[in-house]
């Protein structure tokens, strides 16, 4: 099983901007897409975006233009750049690769 970790995420204030980051254990990145999620306690846990196997990425409405997900040069890590942060934002990010899913980071958004 591949084992994920998220980073990056923290405390900060409305209009500010994070990276996140997903390193995975095995596996490359053209082997499947990679995908980011996020869940706020109490709410089900909600798609952000990701990368597909081919490198394209994509994004739900609520983060076009905002966000932006790539891959990296070092092996098995993807990014999320979050732009303009919003206290809406605030949640647990999620990446989930090859069926595995990684423990979260928390972003908390501070109007």
């Known amino acids: 099983q591949v084992q994920l970790v998220e980073s990056g995420g923290g405390l900060v204030q409305a209009g500010a901007s994070l990276k996140l980051s997903c390193k995975a254990s095995r596996g490359t990145i053209a082997d499947a897409a990679m995908d980011w999620y996020r869940q706020v306690p109490g709410k089900t846990r909600e798609m952000v975006g990701g990368i597909t196997a081919a490198g394209r990425p994509f994004y739900m409405d609520f983060v076009k233009g905002r966000f932006t997900a790539s891959r990296g040069n070092v092996k098995n890590t993807w990014y999320l750049q979050l732009n303009n942060l919003q206290p809406e934002d605030t949640a647990k990010y999620f990446c989930?690769?090859?069926?595995?899913w990684g423990p979260g980071t928390q972003v908390t958004v501070s109007a």
């Open positions: 989930t690769f090859l069926g595995s």
